[in-house]
Antibody, heavy 115, light 106 residues
Framework: EVQLVESGGGLVQPGASLKLSCVASGFTFSDYWMSWVRQTPGKTMEWIGDIKYDGSYTNYAPSLKNRFTISRDNAKSTLYLQMSNVRSEDTATYYC????????WGQGVMVTVSS | DIQMTQSPPVLSASVGDRVTLSCKASQNINKNLDWYQQKHGEAPKLLIYYTNNLQTGIPSRFSGSGSGTDYTLTISSLQPEDVATYYCYQYNSGYTFGAGTKLELK
């Protein structure tokens, strides 16, 4: 069974940085592209970006490219999302997903940006 | 960017009803579309992939159809446990979700 467990969320001040983690199990992590998706409090879903199975390529939503960085550690079966210079509009639940279609989802982690 | 428009935003139906949810893309997405179900407080779950393929473990009352820009999710006989928000998602060019249809019991 595919399991994806996110962590690292919480309350963060505007302008700060935050790093989310996602530990994967139940499949061979290094065989899959992985992605991050977020859902705003208003329930809007937004694809953030993805990373190739070997970590050699990343792709981002244009509006987030300069502030968000996706990385992975295949030895630890872990996906990361580094968020910098966060803004109030980054307040959302962040989901780790396997692949870019036919998505398997983690349970999500909440990030609240507020002073 | 491809825009995905779901209708209606909210749908009220009775147990046993046949329910149809619509998703329209701003351009041809070549059937590269999934449907996800999200129950309150839970993560989304894959129902249908590549327009009309039922994910393993999903009840057969769910089905998908469509082509070009117009896609449909149908529930043949609504059950109480189907109360949820349903999202369409295209991956033909970039990756875009619809705004969702919230399905309620009448």
């Amino acid at each position: 069974e595919v399991q994806l467990v996110e962590s690292g969320g919480g309350l963060v001040q505007p302008g700060a940085s935050l790093k989310l983690s996602c530990v994967a199990s139940g499949f061979t992590f290094s065989d899959y592209w992985m992605s991050w998706v977020r859902q705003t409090p208003g329930k809007t879903m937004e694809w953030i970006g993805d990373i190739k199975y070997d970590g050699s390529y990343t792709n981002y939503a244009p509006s987030l490219k300069n502030r968000f960085t996706i990385s992975r550690d295949n030895a630890k079966s872990t996906l990361y999302l580094q968020m910098s210079n966060v803004r109030s509009e980054d307040t959302a639940t962040y989901y780790c997903t396997r692949g870019n279609w036919e998505l398997d989802w983690g349970q999500g982690v909440m990030v609240t940006v507020s002073s | 960017d491809i825009q995905m428009t779901q209708s209606p935003p909210v749908l009220s139906a009775s147990v046993g009803d046949r329910v149809t949810l619509s998703c329209k893309a701003s351009q041809n997405i070549n059937k590269n579309l999934d449907w996800y179900q999200q129950k309150h407080g839970e993560a989304p779950k894959l129902l249908i992939y590549y327009t009309n393929n039922l994910q393993t473990g999903i009840p057969s009352r769910f089905s998908g159809s469509g082509s070009g820009t117009d896609y449909t999710l149908t529930i043949s006989s609504l059950q109480p446990e189907d109360v949820a928000t349903y999202y369409c998602y295209q991956y033909n060019s970039g990756y875009t979700f619809g705004a969702g249809t919230k399905l309620e019991l009448k």
